[in-house]
């Protein structure tokens, strides 16, 4: 045994990364019968393993997006750690704009067969880019047949995320590690505002999309989402609190044209189309 430090940790692939942690489980299986003279048994059953990992910056590289599968190689120090394919469930993004916060992700990913744990040798070559949130915007557009977008004003912070219905697996092909086939795709755009023009917020129901920029020219696309929720409306005088409000919305493929079914679209800052 000994004791490090975590500041030579890193995963293969993922630059500016503030941390990264995996869980393996077994799903023993229990038993009791008559040879078990009153006492619980228990026999090794398959093997899987999740994990999470936090970085800076407004989306990990093309691979490393929900549904998508990469070669996973997590060190703990530079030349150890664990091994293994994974394929990416979820990743949520955050803009901190009133907090004048750094803007970055969360991926959470699952097991795609056997791990090992061993040498793992991994380290971050990229120059240091933790994105400022401070100047950020959000744009919203109202019209499916003509899109027109227009900045939101007070926005506070806004949060995109996206998921992939991934299928767990176990067969006479995968040996006792639980295998995973991508599902699909799913998301969600929130965000919160100061609002004192209560007429101006958005109505539950209606398909809008939206462009979350992550620098002053570059942003998110998503493309429709449908508004689910409008939190928070009322005031406060005792406290004097200023007026605020929290929407969300859900991606939806298509959105409504009068008939005519119109495609959306999830395209990440970089211009890579993510969905369709």
Same mark, same amino acid.
């Given at each position: 045994m ?7 940790g ?15 489980t077994?799903?023993?299986? &229990?038993? $009791? ?6 006492a *619980?048994?228990?026999v090794?059953g398959?093997d ?5 990992a936090n ?15 990469f ?8 030349s ?7 394929i990416v469930d979820?990743l %949520?993004?955050?803009?901190?704009? *009133?907090?004048?916060?750094?803007i ?7 097991g ?6 061993? &040498?793992?040798?991994?380290?971050d070559a ?14 919203l557009?109202?019209?499916i ?5 227009a ?6 912070s806004v949060?995109?995320t996206l998921?992939s219905?991934?299928?767990a ?5 995968t040996?006792?590690?639980t %295998? ?6 799913s ?7 100061? %609002?004192?023009t $209560? &007429? ?11 462009r979350a920029?992550?620098? &002053? ?8 989402g *449908?508004?689910? *929720? ?11 609190d ?10 939806s ?8 079914? $119109?495609?959306g679209t ?11």
């Amino acid at each position: 045994m000994s004791v490090i430090s975590g500041k030579l940790g890193a995963i293969d692939g993922i630059a500016s990364l503030r941390d990264w942690s995996v869980i393996t489980t077994n799903d023993v299986q &229990a038993h $009791v019968d008559s040879a078990c003279n009153g006492a *619980e048994s228990t026999v090794k059953g398959n093997d899987d393993w999740t994990g999470t990992a936090n970085a800076y910056g407004d989306s990990p590289t093309d691979g490393f997006l929900p549904g998508q599968g990469f070669a996973f190689t997590g060190s703990v120090d530079g030349s150890v750690g664990i091994t293994g394919n994974v394929i990416v469930d979820q990743l %949520e993004i955050t803009i901190p704009i *009133e907090d004048g916060g750094l803007i970055s992700y969360r991926m959470s990913f699952s097991g795609n067969g056997a791990y090992v744990i061993g &040498a793992a040798v991994a380290s971050d070559a990229t120059d240091p880019s933790a994105p400022t949130a401070v100047g950020r915007v959000l744009h919203l557009n109202t019209s499916i047949a003509s899109p027109s977008y227009a900045a939101i004003s007070g926005v506070r912070s806004v949060t995109i995320t996206l998921s992939s219905d991934n299928k767990a697996h176990n067969d006479s092909d995968t040996a006792g590690a639980t %295998e995973r086939t991508a599902g699909n795709i799913s998301g969600t755009i929130s965000y919160d505002i100061y %609002e004192g023009t $209560v &007429a101006s917020l958005p109505t539950v129901g209606d398909h809008v999309s939206f462009r979350a920029y992550v620098t &002053a020219t570059t942003y998110w696309v998503f493309q429709w989402g *449908e508004i689910t *929720e409008i939190s928070g409306i009322g005031a406060n005088p005792e406290t004097a609190d200023l007026v605020n409000a929290s929407i969300s919305a859900k991606f939806s493929g298509y959105a409504d044209n009068a008939g005519t079914p $119109v495609v959306g679209t999830i395209i990440e800052p970089d211009t890579t189309v993510f969905w369709p």
